[in-house]
């Protein structure tokens, strides 16, 4: 079974930036390394879409609507997946998970509240 954890979410003015983290944590195993992971997000009302993705090998790929603002990075010692978020915007708002790409973990954390205020 695996957990995640996100973290790091809060109320932040639009132009501002926040750090998310996710930690994930097996019974047995790590199955973090050998996962590509992507951060989602459900905005009010709206479907859960991808808006950073992280390989094994560390590429990274980003909706059109984040890229240039958003970075995301792993850390596999910590089994830790981050979310940089710069020049934040309204629309920004909701809440962020992360997952494994393709596949999920067939769970999922409670996520974490990004609300951007103009």
């Known amino acids: 079974q695996v957990q995640l954890v996100e973290s790091g979410g809060g109320l932040v003015q639009a132009g501002g930036s926040l750090r998310l983290s996710c930690t994930v944590s097996?019974?047995?195993?790590?199955?973090?390394?050998?996962?590509?992971m992507g951060w989602y997000r459900q905005a009010p009302g709206k479907q859960r879409e991808l808006v950073a993705g992280?390989?094994?090998?560390?590429?990274?790929n980003y909706a059109d609507s984040v890229k240039g603002r958003f970075t995301i990075s792993r850390d596999n010692a910590k089994n830790t997946v981050y979310l940089q978020m710069n020049s934040l915007k309204p629309e920004d708002t909701g809440v962020y998970y992360c997952n494994r790409r393709g596949v999920d973990f067939g769970s999922w954390g409670q996520g974490t509240q990004v609300t951007v205020s103009s």
């Open positions: 992280v390989s094994i090998t560390g590429g990274t």
């Open positions: 097996t019974v047995s195993g790590n199955i973090f390394r050998s996962s590509n």
